[in-house]
């Protein structure tokens, strides 16, 4: 008899609801050749003060099976790039906290221009801080950086043991600034040091202003090789091959966003969150 934990258990049942088949809830791509979680990190993962909106999500992003592909540990220094609501910093803080350090490396809202940009950026850093500053026993020891996307730094050159980026160089390609980004991973990183990738996978290459968020895993690849990293592994875990890349409005009309009509829920439903490619790359 196989034993889930309260978090796993609660994610298989939300997805079965939200209609993830049940081997997807359960069991990543390449589970038999990603290494597993460790200990302190699963039980991050299973913590309590997870948003359940948050754990129906796992299914689909195999958070232990990812870190632990990026080479996670405990006494690391982890940056994460942009972490939006959180939603990887409810299981990197709690498991950094104790030997290494949890970075949430976000843009600085003056160094964009006045408008709805500025607003954005402003809210996004205020809504993270304030669910940091709530919830003290998991991101008391939890960093923020603020960096300017024009020529990011994400802190002191050769500080960082790992740097994680979920589902951004879309959005940084068609600003322009995707290799400023990598080279600023590359400077943050010490000599050995790993930058782990997760990007919504489109079927070939795409232009750099392409709406669709997807981006070809040949064009990640190439921009990290361009600012000096020497790609060290792929994984499929967070592979879906029933996403067809071709939806009208973009990878958005999937689900968690599911901007799409009403009419086409149960299409959309049935494909579940994108495909993405995994990838870890190291600075030689």
């Known amino acids: 008899m196989i034993r889930m934990s309260r978090s796993a258990a609660c994610a298989v049942a939300i997805a ?13 791509a390449d589970a038999a050749t990603l290494p597993a979680p460790d200990a302190a990190l699963q039980a991050a993962i299973n913590g309590s003060w997870r948003a359940e909106g948050n754990v129906a999500r796992d299914p689909w992003r195999h958070p232990g099976q990812t870190l632990a592909f990026f080479g996670i540990r405990p006494d690391m220094t982890v940056v994460e790039i942009t972490p939006g609501g959180g939603w990887y910093s409810e299981i990197l803080a709690p498991y950094l906290a104790a030997k290494g350090r949890y970075v949430a490396a976000v843009v600085d809202p003056q160094a964009v221009a006045e408008g709805r940009g500025r607003e954005y950026q402003q ?16 991101y008391g020891k939890a960093e923020v ?10 802190g002191p050159a050769g500080s960082a043991d790992l740097v994680l ?3 951004n160089v879309h959005n940084w390609r068609g600003a322009g600034q995707a290799e400023g980004y990598f080279k600023g991973f590359f400077d943050v990183l010490k000599p050995g040091g790993v930058l782990g990738v997760v990007e919504h996978r489109a079927a070939a290459d795409v232009p750099a202003d392409d709406k669709s968020g997807y981006v070809g895993q040949a064009q990640v690849i190439a921009m990290a090789e361009a600012a000096g990293f020497v790609l060290d592994g792929s994984s499929e875990v967070n592979a879906n091959p029933r996403d067809t890349k071709d939806h009208p409005n973009g990878v958005w009309m999937l689900a968690p966003t599911n901007n799409h009509p009403e009419a ?4 959309y439903k049935a494909i579940g969150e994108s ?10």
């Open 264 to 267: 086409e829920a149960e299409k």
């Open 16 to 28: 079965l609801a939200l209609g993830v088949p049940a081997a997807q809830a359960t069991k990543p």
């Open 275 to 284: 495909d993405r490619m995994t990838l870890r790359f190291v600075k030689k």
């Open 145 to 154: 950086v603020a960096y300017d996307p024009e020529a990011p730094v994400f």
């Open 123 to 138: 809210r996004a850093r205020d809504n993270l801080e304030k669910k940091f500053a709530g919830a003290p026993g998991q």
């Open 165 to 167: 980026t979920f589902r």
